[in-house]
């Protein structure tokens, strides 16, 4: 019997996000594409009975589900540290970079561990993530440069910023991701969009306002965008002080940008597909998942040219070049504008986002990350 474990840990993220959502979906078709004779156990930090039971309901067929002692702050630390180690033996598969590395056999055991690196946001924006993520993620990354078989990147960008840091030779595997099952457009669509009160048109964006999102500078540029067109905003609270700055700055009207909060995967699934146009500002990104999942649902796309992000669309969004900060909230309102005054086009992206997103599924990702233990 030949057993992949699989670090779960993301998916019970505090504040979900791209990456637990990576978590769930690629777990999920690893147990649905397992060779013969190959089994799937799920390893997370000390965590409650009803998050415990929580993975069961998401990540039927789990073989076993290993309960670390630690709970998730202390097992991140024990790990940058080298200590405390699985049970058993064999495959380890990290959906992050937290993992338990450290010296094993992989030629006479068959021991192997890999891990994944989302983005080089840790050394290109330090800022952005506060001095002691910044220290986990550097010093992990040491640890994997010394111990890891393999560490997955979702994109070819990323491998490439990824070179320039540390040198792993050719251990690093390019793995992308795909959209989230999870947001299906639901039956009460009509519903949620009168609960929401989501406006007939409106341009929406999704995360906080911290500045290598972009979103700051999305709200800076709005005044520009015709028609009044509101901006909403997906994970940032309605009463952000930030998100109220940015207004100001903007000399905006308080009701042009309304933060929506934290939204469940059918309200979310509403609000983008009834978007008129979905905004993807970032200045920094390893993947762009959110792109994938608007793409998915047929809305006109506009990004900034950050290299993962062009991998991504290549074509089938409208791209935005980042530039100086004091030109790029102009640029995104004219971006925003060109979609918003030409319904052709804004067709032509949604039947091009559509097919973009088709490329992309899970069940590749995991036959990928399957054919990598193998290699290993």
Partial sequence: MTTLRVIIDEMLATTPGSVGRYTEELARELIATAPRGCYVEAVVAASTEAEYALIQERLPGLTALHKSALASRELRAAWQHGFTRLPGKGMVHATSMLAPLARHDRLN?????????????????PEALGARTVAWHKAMLKRAQRYADAVVVPSHAVAAQLADIVDLGNRVRVISGA????????????????????????????????????IDQLVAGLSRVVRGVPLLIAGTPAADPALAAAIAAGGLDASRVRGLGSL????????????AVFAYPNLEEGFGMPVLEAFALGTPVVLSDAPALLE???DAGVVVERGDDEGYPERLADGINSVLDDPALAERLAYMGSDRAKAFSWRSSAEKVWQLHADL
Avoid: C, F, M, N
């Avoid at 055991?109 to 924006?125: N, P």
């Avoid at 469940?264 to 978007?275: E, F, N």
């Fill in 109 to 125: 055991d068959g021991d192997q561990i890999a891990v994944t690196l989302h983005d080089t946001v840790a050394w290109s924006r």
């Fill in 312 to 314: 991504l669309a290549v």
């Fill in 179 to 214: 959209a989230s099952t999870a947001l299906d457009v639901p039956h009460d669509a009509d519903e949620r969009a009168g609960r929401l009160d989501l406006p007939d048109e409106y341009v929406l964006a999704i995360g906080g306002l911290e500045p290598r999102k972009g």
């Fill in 264 to 275: 469940s995967d059918p309200d979310l699934a509403v609000v983008v597909d009834r978007a």
